[in-house]
């Protein structure tokens, strides 16, 4: 028989594939262990197969319980949801628990090789990798793994950070592609934080390689003096100094995206984006051909989303004359921050951009980080536990104080995520059963969620 399943996609990637009734499952247990209070109201089983209407329905109930589950404080950073995404990830791919190789990349290029299960969350890698170099437990929150891909002129693209809901080796494998490694970063921002990573030898190492990573790459502005200075410290093995000397220097520290448009100061500008400092820097190409470099301060952002929209594909007749027609949609990303310009004058800022995702991640720890140590709190136990986590502030506490919300540019954008917010999406997309989990790319839906193959997704 046909039943319905969906295709859950965790911060615009797919994540797993799940029924109606497993969702159910873990709704229940939720609500066993948490109480009916806590827990979001879930969509009730029906008796009779659901109409096209009632299953769109469902979806879309679906999805806000997700997320709704995702943001809380308590829900969200449990493990039964956690595992329940860990479980369903592995499912999905098909791929049995056994003992693997798994390659983590470092700055300067130099592969580390642990072995872990395949069922071994993120923060078991990452653990591994610290045990394999001799990196202190007290250091290893300061570090994060990160999905980069290799493009063929050796340049990087962030994708995302890694998060406690996935399995690195599954995460990696289901890409298929060679293009694709996990990358050991640091995963603070404040540099006045380097002085504990850097009285460990094996800290002062990752750090070292990282920071002259980052200027062979121009991820770090340097001058002719400056190089030179930097050349003559390299020479002498100062490893310290090195890095002081780098934190002098713009954009120590930052991360630099991919060439993307924004619609700042004007619709449809080329532009480069790095987040670092508390900010997202800005070198926009104007129509003129003029270059223009501004920041967006993360303290004067008043609230920030990721949205998706999708390009259908182009149809090829030959191809579905010849039933080989394979072309896919093309799913858009866009990050939109409302920014307070001046006194009492806030304005939407957008960023298109396949690495939307991962900006907001930024952003996200970035406030993180701010509120620990307006709160006097310790960095340290945030980053050993902070792999999605969110410093939840009272209302008093926004970073920015402002009249109410301007209007979105577009009205059909989703709802405006807060500050004091996981940023962390989570969408359904209706789909017809497969036993292939080599189907999945194929058969999701993107747009209106639209799904092949009704029948009672309730069994």
Same mark, same amino acid.
């Given at each position: 028989?046909?039943?319905?399943?969906?295709?859950?996609?965790?911060?615009?990637?797919?994540?797993?594939?799940?029924?109606?009734?497993?969702?159910?499952?873990?709704?229940?247990?939720?609500?066993?262990?948490?109480?009916?209070?806590?827990?979001?109201?879930?969509?009730?089983?029906?008796?009779?197969?659901?109409?096209?209407?009632?299953?769109?329905?469902?979806?879309?109930?679906?999805?806000?319980?997700?997320?709704?589950?995702?943001?809380?404080?308590?829900?969200?950073?449990?493990?039964?949801?956690?595992?329940?995404?860990?479980?369903?990830?592995?499912?999905?791919?098909?791929?049995?628990?056994?003992?693997?190789?798994?390659?983590?990349?470092?700055?300067?290029?130099?592969?580390?090789?642990?072995?872990?299960?395949?069922?071994?969350?993120?923060?078991?890698? $990452?653990?591994?990798?610290?045990?394999?170099?001799?990196?202190?437990?007290?250091?290893?929150?300061?570090?994060?793994?990160? $999905?980069?891909?290799?493009?063929?002129?050796?340049?990087?693209?962030?994708?995302?950070?890694?998060?406690?809901?996935?399995?690195?080796?599954?995460?990696?494998?289901?890409?298929?592609?060679?293009?694709?490694? %996990?990358?050991?970063?640091?995963?603070?921002?404040?540099?006045?934080?380097?002085? =504990?990573?850097?009285?460990?030898?094996?800290?002062?190492?990752?750090?070292?390689?990282?920071?002259?990573?980052?200027?062979?790459?121009?991820?770090?502005?340097?001058?002719?003096?400056?190089?030179?200075?930097?050349?003559?410290?390299?020479?002498?093995?100062?490893?310290?100094?090195?890095?002081?000397?780098?934190?002098?220097?713009?954009?120590?520290?930052?991360?630099?995206?991919?060439?993307?448009?924004?619609?700042?100061?004007?619709?449809?500008?080329?532009?480069?984006?790095?987040?670092?400092?508390?900010?997202?820097?800005?070198?926009?190409?104007?129509?003129?051909?003029?270059?223009?470099?501004?920041?967006?301060?993360?303290?004067?952002?008043?609230?920030?989303?990721?949205?998706?929209?999708?390009?259908?594909?182009?149809?090829?007749?030959?191809?579905?004359?010849?039933?080989?027609?394979?072309?896919?949609?093309?799913?858009?990303?866009?990050?939109?921050?409302?920014?307070?310009?001046?006194?009492?004058?806030?304005?939407?800022?957008?960023?298109?951009?396949?690495?939307?995702?991962?900006?907001?991640?930024? $952003?996200?720890?970035?406030?993180?980080?701010?509120?620990?140590?307006?709160?006097?709190?310790?960095?340290?136990?945030?980053?050993?536990?902070?792999?999605?986590?969110?410093?939840?502030?009272? =209302?008093?506490?926004?970073?920015?104080?402002?009249?109410?919300?301007?209007?979105?540019?577009?009205?059909?954008?989703?709802?405006?995520?807060? $500050?004091?917010?996981?940023?962390?999406?989570?969408?359904?997309?209706?789909?017809?059963?497969?036993?292939?989990?080599?189907? %999945?790319?194929?058969?999701?839906?993107?747009?209106?969620?639209?799904?092949?193959?009704?029948?009672?997704?309730?069994?």
């Amino acid at each position: 028989f046909i039943f319905l399943a969906y295709n859950i996609h965790v911060n615009g990637v797919l994540h797993c594939r799940v029924r109606y009734s497993q969702l159910l499952g873990l709704h229940e247990q939720i609500k066993k262990e948490y109480g009916s209070n806590v827990v979001p109201a879930f969509p009730p089983k029906k008796i009779f197969t659901l109409t096209p209407a009632e299953v769109e329905q469902r979806r879309e109930q679906l999805e806000k319980y997700m997320q709704a589950v995702r943001q809380d404080p308590l829900l969200g950073a449990s493990e039964m949801f956690n595992s329940f995404l860990r479980k369903a990830q592995q499912e999905t791919q098909q791929i049995p628990t056994e003992d693997v190789a798994l390659d983590i990349c470092l700055s300067n290029g130099q592969k580390v090789t642990v072995n872990i299960l395949t069922s071994d969350q993120t923060e078991d890698v $990452l653990d591994a990798v610290a045990t394999k170099l001799d990196l202190p437990d007290d250091l290893v929150g300061y570090f994060s793994l990160f $999905l980069i891909r290799e493009g063929v002129d050796g340049g990087l693209t962030f994708v995302r950070k890694l998060q406690e809901f996935e399995l690195p080796y599954v995460s990696i494998t289901s890409l298929r592609s060679s293009e694709f490694h %996990i990358l050991l970063r640091k995963s603070y921002w404040d540099m006045a934080y380097d002085g =504990d990573v850097m009285d460990n030898r094996v800290g002062l190492n990752l750090l070292y390689a990282q920071t002259v990573s980052d200027i062979e790459r121009s991820w770090i502005l340097v001058n002719k003096d400056q190089h030179r200075q930097l050349k003559s410290l390299q020479e002498k093995g100062s490893k310290k100094e090195f890095i002081h000397l780098g934190q002098t220097l713009k954009y120590y520290g930052y991360i630099k995206f991919d060439p993307c448009i924004t619609d700042f100061p004007e619709k449809g500008c080329q532009v480069i984006v790095s987040a670092g400092n508390n900010e997202l820097n800005f070198h926009v190409k104007l129509p003129n051909e003029q270059m223009k470099e501004g920041s967006f301060k993360v303290t004067r952002m008043r609230c920030w989303r990721v949205t998706s929209s999708v390009t259908p594909p182009l149809i090829d007749q030959s191809q579905i004359a010849s039933g080989r027609n394979s072309s896919k949609c093309e799913v858009k990303l866009e990050l939109a921050f409302e920014y307070l310009m001046s006194k009492d004058r806030l304005q939407w800022v957008t960023i298109t951009s396949q690495q939307a995702i991962m900006m907001s991640i930024c $952003l996200q720890s970035m406030v993180d980080e701010l509120m620990v140590k307006k709160s006097g709190g310790s960095i340290k136990k945030m980053l050993r536990k902070r792999h999605n986590g969110s410093i939840h502030r009272p =209302d008093s506490q926004q970073a920015v104080k402002s009249p109410p919300l301007l209007d979105s540019p577009d009205p059909n954008r989703e709802q405006i995520v807060k $500050l004091s917010t996981k940023l962390s999406s989570v969408s359904l997309r209706g789909i017809s059963a497969s036993n292939s989990a080599n189907d %999945i790319s194929g058969n999701d839906f993107h747009g209106n969620y639209a799904f092949e193959g009704i029948g009672d997704d309730d069994l």
